[in-house]
């Protein structure tokens, strides 16, 4: 997420004076491109890994900072949230070995981050949304206490007007909101860095944007979110919905959102984005500026362009343009922020040597992509693959009708990858290793995301959501550690899981979601109907707004109906017999502590609330469930 050092001002004449800052840097970036002053004739390559963190239950373990204090390297360091944090891998230079020998810095520093958080019973995940995330973890005290997460949190929502809304649609729908920011932080990503030219760059960016819908079709991660099968890319509609500032109710009028994929390609310039984002996006972070950046050029030294880089780290773009400066020489790079995290190291290595290869293996006739490729293609790309994966089919150069993506990828691009690999002279073995994975991931169909879907899917037939996420979550690391690439894994089982502490531990963990619920204004009669063709014993009652007021059971209808003998009850109401304001529980609530409520007030089930609202129902026959799959589990044991 970037510089820490950041703060908020409310004072017009400090924004104003950083807000010049900037306009200097642009002029000195502007001066710097016009002397050549940029590093040539060598290409790095680089890497930041984000990672979740789990416990032993296989859920988010808010414990980055005691891992970062135990590990005291500065290769590690904070994200968002308490439970992720990210790794800064060293730059390479973009040749020989470097795709092996970036696999082998990453395992080594992965291995040191599981030893480091066996002391605080954590574990790291690469995945680019944890599954067992819900919104209960999504709190303000698992805000890694950084200045720069707090100022764009609150900015943030004040930029809203209120919460921060997220509508996902796929297989499942997702209607949600949320106090904070902690949105973002459910994402996880892969991001891969490639040194170029300032001669190369607008060809290069434009380039980068053109294959980023079949480069992210091979490689996502991200299917499950809040127990929900959404887009095979999820991370891609939730980042930037979490991070939009636009209200839902002011959406008539076109403003770009901080998030975004580009609107339109480079057409001379890396200044032109610079110069887009400054003109549509309001600064939300400043720091104090300590250089003169166009002083420095007329001395020969080279600005930071501190101010220039710490918006252009507020706008997140897809593929994002960087600056920087080693050896003390200047250079230029392209960030690709698309991929996810995991689903092994070596699917990443292989994700990145793929990205890489297309990179450098630019055909000469696509370098001016403007003259073939309309920019709302490529755009229309990226979101087909987000939503879905491999089984997208692109608009394409060369291509009257659609492609699908197995067929673009294995046919045109693999091999335009490998020449590019060969170019750059990587080692052959690394080559064949890490494209073959890619061509066998693509031809078999079995990206991370379709394994998590498929594990989820045959798991929930026969358990609860909550203990499916678990034993997908766990299969997932499980499978991690072995560390071969995903298309060979077989799918998870429920065992994975762990035993009933990790399963039935919470009242969240085994409650209903799926209810059906009825109004205070409902006629009792329909009511009645309904429960007997379903055969509901129990069902909530709700207002409008979603806030429990009632419940209404059968043996509370029985009694209605003896008690009314004779009388008119045609027009009677739900509202007139329901049980007002019964006894409720949380889905945080233990297991065992809200059966102790059920026997002390003779219960039947228990709504489960959140913030006043209704979010599921525990019955007596939840916990016979419950009791089935334990004496299964001792009977196992005793075997």
């Known amino acids: 997420m970037g510089e820490s050092s950041v703060q908020m001002s409310n004072e017009v004449h400090e924004k104003n004076s950083f807000i010049l800052n900037i306009l200097k840097d642009i002029k000195a970036f502007e001066l710097m491109l016009e002397k050549g002053m940029f590093e040539t004739g060598i290409e790095r390559i680089g890497a930041e890994q984000e990672m979740a963190l789990v416990d032993n239950h296989w859920k988010p373990a808010p414990v980055n900072l005691e ?17 992720n944090m990210e790794i800064n891998l060293d730059p390479l230079e973009f040749k020989g070995k ?23 019973d954590a574990k790291p995940l690469l995945t680019g949304i944890l599954p067992t995330i819900q919104k209960s973890d999504l709190i303000f005290e698992n805000i890694t206490p950084n200045p720069r997460y707090k100022i764009l949190s609150d900015l943030l929502l004040g930029f809203r007007g209120g919460h921060f809304e997220l509508h ?91 998030v975004l994929f580009g609107n339109e390609w480079v057409r001379s310039s890396i200044i032109e984005l610079f110069q887009e984002d400054i003109a549509r996006h309001k600064v939300i972070f400043t720091a104090p500026i300590e250089e003169d950046s166009l002083a420095m050029i007329e001395n020969g030294q080279v600005p930071k362009l501190k101010s220039l880089m710490l ?17 003390g020489k200047p250079h230029l ?175 969240g963990q085994i409650m209903s979601t799926d209810l ?12 009645t109907n309904i429960m007997d063709w379903r055969n509901f014993h129990q069902v909530p009652v709700e207002n409008s707004k979603g806030e429990l007021k009632g419940l209404i059971s059968s043996d509370l209808l029985i009694n209605f109906y003896g008690t009314s003998f004779g009388k008119d009850i045609k027009n009677i109401t739900i509202g007139d017999v329901m049980i007002a304001n019964p006894i409720t529980v949380k889905p945080g609530t233990k297991t065992i502590d809200a059966l102790k409520i059920m026997r002390k007030n003779d219960l039947k089930c228990l709504p489960v609330i959140e913030e ?5 129902i525990v019955t007596e026959y939840d916990f016979v469930k419950i009791c089935h799959a334990l004496f299964e589990e001792l009977e196992g044991t005793k075997a």
């Open 612 to 616: 006043k609202k209704l979010v599921g």
């Open 168 to 258: 996902i649609n796929g297989t499942d729908e997702l209607i949600t909101k949320h106090q904070n920011i902690l949105f973002e932080a459910c994402n996880t990503s892969f991001q891969v860095h490639l040194q170029v030219e300032a001669d190369d760059f607008v060809s290069k960016y434009n380039w980068a944007q053109a294959i980023s819908g079949p480069v992210l079709a091979a490689a996502t991660n991200s299917p499950l979110l809040l127990g929900k099968r959404l887009w095979r890319e999820t991370r891609i509609a939730l980042f930037q919905q979490s991070i939009d500032i636009l209200k839902t109710e002011k959406i008539i009028r076109d403003k770009s959102p901080r």
């Open 333 to 507: 790079r392209i960030e690709n922020r698309l991929l996810p995290s995991g689903p092994t190291v070596v699917d990443e290595i292989a994700n990145t040597a793929f990205w890489l290869g297309l990179m450098k293996g630019i055909p000469k006739e696509y370098e001016n992509i403007i003259d073939k490729m309309d920019f709302d293609d490529a755009k229309t790309n990226f979101i087909k693959a987000a939503r879905m994966g491999l089984g997208a089919q692109f608009t394409w150069i060369g291509h009257e009708k659609m492609i699908p993506s197995h067929e673009l990828i294995c046919k045109e691009l693999l091999p335009m990858a490998r020449e590019g690999l060969n170019k750059a002279n990587i080692d052959k073995k690394d080559i064949d290793k890490y494209l073959e994975i890619i061509e066998e991931r693509v031809d078999s169909q079995k990206t991370g995301s379709q394994w998590m879907v498929d594990s989820f899917s045959r798991l929930k037939k026969d358990v609860t959501i909550d203990e499916a996420l678990v034993a997908t979550t766990a299969g997932l690391y499980n499978r991690q550690k072995i560390g071969k690439p995903a298309h060979t894994w077989d799918l998870a089982v429920l065992k994975e899981g762990g035993s009933w502490v990790n399963r039935y531990r919470f009242i």
């Open 67 to 83: 891992i970062l204090n135990s590990l005291n390297d500065d290769h590690f360091t904070t994200e968002l949230a308490k439970f």
């Open 311 to 327: 918006h252009n780290g507020s706008v997140y773009k897809w593929n994002r343009p960087c600056y920087g400066i080693m050896n």
């Open 98 to 120: 470097c795709l092996s020998d970036l696999e082998s810095e990453l395992r080594s520093m992965m291995t040191r981050v599981d030893d480091a958080g066996v002391e605080f």
């Open 516 to 527: 059906f619920t009825v109004s205070e204004e409902d006629l009792v009669n329909l009511v």
